[in-house]
């Protein structure tokens, strides 16, 4: 505990592998300070996967997505979400505009019921937070933690409610008029 009575935070520290072509990319300098980053040519090119955690990110720009053929960015999004169980697409614009909102939901129907998740973001800060907040939690320590807490909750509630107590008391007042 910190001296004003407040949890101190915890610096989370994990190995993200990163795609060769987002070297020079703000998304990875930003990463590169907090993290162990590895670049790698095998990756889908502008992914970002945090391995421990299980998740993967693939970066696209809207603006790209508007100049290249429809096809070719879906392709690329399905083989990525082909290899990664657990994949996002990051999509980034300044402003998310009609244009925008019709390009994703374009790829919401392409890939409905799949593994696929869409994040439309406006910066760098918002790519970071965002990745580092979804792999965090889906990290084996912070996932044990939720877990428990959701049983404690879970048993508190059952504790606690009028109608378990209820269902109780009718349990108890049947089997005392039981002749067996």
Same mark, same amino acid.
């Given at each position: 505990?910190? $001296?004003?009575?407040?949890?101190?935070?915890?610096?989370?520290? =994990?190995?993200?592998?990163?795609?060769?072509?987002? /070297?020079?990319? %703000?998304?990875?300098?930003?990463?590169?300070?907090?993290?162990?980053?590895?670049?790698?040519?095998?990756?889908?090119?502008?992914?970002?996967?945090?391995?421990?955690?299980?998740?993967?990110?693939?970066?696209?720009?809207?603006?790209?997505?508007?100049?290249?053929?429809? %096809?070719?960015?879906?392709?690329?999004? $399905? #083989?990525?979400?082909?290899?990664? @169980?657990?994949?996002?697409?990051?999509?980034?614009?300044?402003?998310?505009?009609? %244009? $925008?909102? /019709?390009?994703?939901?374009?790829? @919401? @129907?392409?890939?409905?019921?799949?593994?696929?998740?869409?994040?439309?973001?406006?910066?760098?800060?918002?790519?970071?937070?965002?990745?580092? =907040?979804?792999? /965090?939690?889906?990290?084996?320590?912070?996932?044990?933690?939720?877990?428990?807490?959701?049983?404690?909750?879970?048993?508190?509630?059952? $504790?606690?409610?009028?109608?378990? /107590?209820?269902?109780?008391?009718? #349990?108890?007042?049947?089997?005392?008029?039981?002749?067996?």
């Amino acid at each position: 505990m910190a $001296e004003n009575g407040t949890k101190e935070k915890i610096k989370w520290t =994990t190995t993200i592998i990163i795609s060769s072509s987002l /070297k020079s990319c %703000e998304v990875a300098t930003a990463l590169d300070r907090s993290h162990k980053i590895r670049y790698s040519d095998s990756v889908e090119n502008g992914s970002i996967i945090f391995s421990l955690s299980g998740v993967a990110f693939l970066l696209m720009d809207a603006k790209e997505c508007f100049t290249s053929a429809e %096809e070719i960015f879906l392709a690329k999004i $399905e #083989k990525f979400t082909n290899i990664h @169980q657990n994949s996002f697409l990051v999509l980034s614009a300044a402003f998310h505009g009609p %244009e $925008e909102w /019709k390009l994703m939901f374009r790829i @919401q @129907q392409r890939f409905l019921g799949s593994n696929l998740r869409i994040l439309p973001v406006h910066n760098t800060v918002d790519v970071i937070n965002l990745m580092c =907040t979804i792999a /965090k939690m889906a990290s084996k320590p912070y996932i044990d933690n939720i877990c428990y807490r959701m049983v404690t909750t879970e048993a508190y509630i059952i $504790e606690q409610s009028p109608v378990w /107590k209820t269902l109780q008391k009718l #349990k108890l007042s049947s089997d005392s008029f039981n002749p067996n």
